[in-house]
């Protein structure tokens, strides 16, 4: 199948089952909301070396959040509950409770799995922490030095979907890096969804496994141009640079949705394929084939 002058590869991108949870970040303003949602997504790309893989699923108005001040949700993403109960209230306490003029509540109230945040939070306020219910949300106050630091005693847990991904390969690097950012800019505004990598972009898309005991995960050698003639490669020829958009999301439907647009966005002139990474069906039930969605 062509999509324009790009190949588009009669293959599938292999994802799998995470559980989430969603924050909801709020601050007296832009430049302050901008550090902490920087600082909470820090070192949050990848499950193969970091607690979690987090990132900005959209900016709020000051309408859409619980204390009328504006906000972003962020999703962050591990491979069970018990990895997300150690690691998000570690980065909400390193990474949101330190910066100014934050608050952080609980972005799936109805989900029935539930993990602590305030709960385990609290403590730092030394016994001058104060709790107050509202319906059968309970929230805690924390004494800091600007005041009181807002944040819900527990947070939801829901099911998602991680690892969709396209990698596209181009001419030139620049060609590549131009499709990419393209993919990335069309996926971003998309609600349920994340591209937790740097910009969105993975230049070391990663194989399951290792020549190496320990590695849980190596390089991709097939995508990797410097390597070709010395290993099967799955470049097109004249693809001299490929890179990966990697996207978690709430369910199904909205990673497809996103790695479609991805598609019809990165698309053009010396993008000369896009195809996906998988593991034969071996490592995640949910399978997205590329033409099936351009189909759909």
Not at 145 to 165: S, T, W, Y
Not at 216 to 231: D, I, K, Q, W, Y
């Amino acid at each position: 199948m062509q999509l324009g002058s790009t190949l588009i590869v009669d293959t599938f991108a292999e994802a799998f089952r995470m559980r989430y949870v969603r924050l909801l970040v709020t601050a007296a303003d832009d430049y302050w909301l901008r550090a902490a949602l920087v600082e909470v997504a820090g070192y949050g790309s990848s499950v193969i070396g970091c607690d979690a893989e987090i990132g900005v699923e959209r900016h709020l108005p000051p309408e859409e959040t619980p204390d009328g001040r504006i906000g972003a949700a962020v999703l962050a993403f591990g491979f069970t509950t018990e990895a997300l109960a150690k690691a998000i209230p570690n980065r909400v306490g390193q990474c949101l409770m330190t910066c100014p003029t934050t608050a952080v509540f609980d972005g799936l109230p109805e989900a029935a799995e539930k993990i602590p945040l305030g709960k385990y939070l609290r403590f730092f306020g030394d016994g001058f922490q104060k709790s107050k219910v509202l319906g059968e949300r309970r929230y805690w106050r924390i004494p800091v030095m600007d005041g009181e630091f807002v944040i819900e005693e527990v947070v939801g847990i829901g099911k998602g979907v991680a690892g969709g991904n396209i990698i596209l390969q181009g001419a030139t690097d620049k060609v590549a890096l131009g499709a990419a950012r393209r993919a990335v800019e069309a996926v971003a505004p998309l609600s349920g969804v994340i591209l937790p990598f740097p910009g969105g972009v993975v230049r070391s898309g990663s194989k399951v496994g290792s020549k190496y005991k320990g590695m849980v995960a190596s390089t991709n050698e097939a995508f990797c141009p410097t390597l070709r003639g010395r290993v099967p490669s799955e470049l097109v020829e004249g693809a001299n640079c490929a890179y990966e958009i990697v996207i978690d999301g709430i369910d199904e439907a909205a990673v497809a949705a996103a790695m479609t647009s991805a598609i019809h966005t990165a698309a053009g002139e010396g993008v000369l394929a896009i195809s996906a990474g998988n593991y034969g069906g071996k490592l995640g039930k949910f399978h997205f084939h590329l033409r099936e969605l351009l189909k759909s």
